[in-house]
């Protein structure tokens, strides 16, 4: 257990003047119990393979696999900028993640080593070698690191637990998806939803402000244009596609043109104080936080604003003139823009469900550092439904401690909830499966999406502040852009347009028949809290209170 719980130590994602020192030893602490080990026998072992010293004395208990497995640990390079690291680390996220791995890793003196750490992960950033385990023990400015094991292995635990239940939930939604995916459909003569549809399409960049708010942003609107040989469209129902934290407008420009093709108007509002020019200002030293609390209700507010201007133009504007139908709306988002399609949908914010779940934290579900920023908005909260929203699609949504099983259970749209099985930022049994099961809406679907990421999803955009390698994004991201295409038409065409021939296409079966590898697609509409509490061996869920 002692080379286990120190892979985890040295390989949690903590990015989340130089010292006079390094850490010279490394003590392990376990109750009464303590031993030691020197900074320099680790790093010749990362460096040459070889065993010596007091290390010498720790091997023979592990297996020649685990031993190879703390080298590869040790010398994982995290391509971050230090400057980047260093102003994340000082924002109230940062020192949340730095306060939890402060009582993990202390000082010699067993105080917590928060400042420490932090010191060691700028240095450790800037350092030609990169940001390693190895890079960030060398730069500890002390001379003594402790890790107390019993809390680690607590957190050895915990990630145990969290796979073990991870595993269980997915497998609950794979037996689900085999029994509706036996439904027989019949698709013949039916268009490849994932291919271009019949329509060309026109795009205008306009610029809508709100003098209340002091809000202007920009927003990219995608007009269908009907082929030649055909009569003129009518006016278009309207799709807004809500970007998530750090990201912009242009993310989800590919899904938008999509959309488009196939007869609706859809806007990509660029949210500020949440977008890409915010996490800019955050890495330059201009701002101090990730996303400002009052975003979790002007990201909503904007998309009620973007309507009411569209509106307005299709009255007065002569491109938009007679195209656009504002009144019949829907909403598409992911990640902090998942949470906004849902809040405009009907979820609440609940407050008490934040400060219980905010109170005990969870070590794994990075969104949380996010979700509990909303208990600084000032109260009372403002109404965020708007009744125009007929249907919405979340992706990769985070809603289980802001909203919870009550508030959720409020919506009464057809609801899709699109997630990845390898999503690490908002993590799919936590974030989706669990919310899924809450929503009581009949027309609910939930999307997931084999081995895909928080990121399978977004496409190509301009000005990216932070490049994500490869390993990140996960593989094929082009495939999730592809299942994400053909099931955000047969959702808004069947709950948004009202054409129930599309119907068909929202069915296990014809996610089976899309399906491809490495990203294995399932789609599930009667997963139940009970059969996910008897999946998890959880006591029975209970309902929630009515209206």
Wanted: hydrophobic share 40%.
């Amino acid at each position: 257990m002692l080379w286990s719980g120190l892979g985890v130590l040295l390989s949690m994602p903590l990015t989340i003047a130089r010292p006079a020192q390094s850490a010279e030893r490394i003590y392990f602490s376990y109750g009464l119990f303590e031993r030691s080990i020197s900074f320099r026998s680790i790093e010749t072992y990362a460096r040459t393979g070889r065993i010596e010293g007091d290390l010498t004395a720790y091997a023979r208990y592990a297996t020649p696999e685990q031993l190879e497995q703390l080298r590869d640990v040790l010398q994982a390079r995290a391509e971050i900028n230090p400057v980047a690291v260093s102003q994340f680390l000082y924002t109230e996220q940062g020192e949340t993640l730095l306060e939890r791995v402060g009582e993990l890793i202390q000082t010699e003196s067993h105080k917590s080593g928060f400042y420490a750490i932090r010191s060691a992960l700028i240095l450790a950033a800037a350092d030609p070698e990169g940001l390693t385990p190895l890079n960030v023990l060398r730069r500890f400015p002390l001379r003594g690191m402790r890790i107390e094991i019993d809390r680690t292995l607590a957190l050895v635990n915990e990630l145990e637990d969290l796979v073990n239940q991870s595993a269980a939930a997915l497998a609950a939604v794979q037996t689900e998806f085999e029994i509706e995916a036996a439904e027989p459909i019949d698709l013949t003569g039916q268009p490849d939803l994932r291919q271009t549809g019949p329509n060309t399409v026109q795009t205008r960049t306009i610029t809508v402000f709100e003098r209340r708010r002091d809000r202007i942003f920009l927003a990219d609107v995608y007009l269908p244009v009907a082929p030649r040989n055909r009569a003129a469209l009518p006016p278009a129902p309207v799709i807004v596609i809500s970007h998530g934290l750090g990201s912009n407008r242009t993310a989800y420009a590919y899904l938008a043109r999509h959309l488009a093709s196939y007869g609706f108007a859809v806007a990509l509002p660029e949210h500020p104080g949440s977008n890409a020019a915010q996490l800019e200002a955050l890495l330059s030293g201009r701002a101090s936080e990730v996303a400002r609390p009052a975003e979790f209700i002007d990201r909503a507010l904007d998309i009620k604003l973007l309507l009411n201007d569209l509106n307005r133009r299709s009255r007065r504007d002569p491109l938009f003139q007679g195209r656009l139908n504002a009144q019949q709306a829907g909403v598409i988002g992911q990640s902090f823009g998942g949470y906004t399609a849902l809040a405009i949908a009907g979820a609440k914010i609940n407050p008490d469900q934040l400060r219980l779940d905010c109170l005990s934290g969870d070590s794994f579900n990075l969104s949380f550092l996010l979700q509990c920023q909303a208990l600084n908005l000032s109260q009372p909260l403002p109404q965020l439904r708007d009744d125009r929203i007929k249907a919405v699609m979340a992706i990769n949504p985070f809603n289980s401690s802001i909203f919870g099983q009550e508030s959720l259970a409020q919506i009464k749209l057809p609801v899709m909830i699109v997630s990845g099985s390898a999503d690490t930022v908002t993590p799919a049994l936590f974030e989706q499966i669990r919310p899924f099961t809450w929503l009581t809406t009949p027309d609910r679907y939930l999307l997931m999406i084999r081995g895909g990421t928080h990121f399978s999803t977004i496409g190509p955009t301009e000005g990216d502040v932070i490049e994500f390698p490869p390993e990140v994004i996960g593989p094929e991201p082009a495939v999730a852009r592809r299942y994400t295409n053909a099931f955000s038409v047969a959702f808004f065409q069947t709950h948004l347009a009202n054409q129930p021939g599309y119907r068909s296409f929202l069915s296990a079966a014809y996610a089976a028949e899309i399906s491809q590898s490495p990203l294995p697609l399932q789609l599930v509409r009667s997963l139940t809290a009970l059969q996910l509490a008897k999946s998890l061996n959880e006591p029975v869920p209970k309902p929630p209170r009515g209206d």
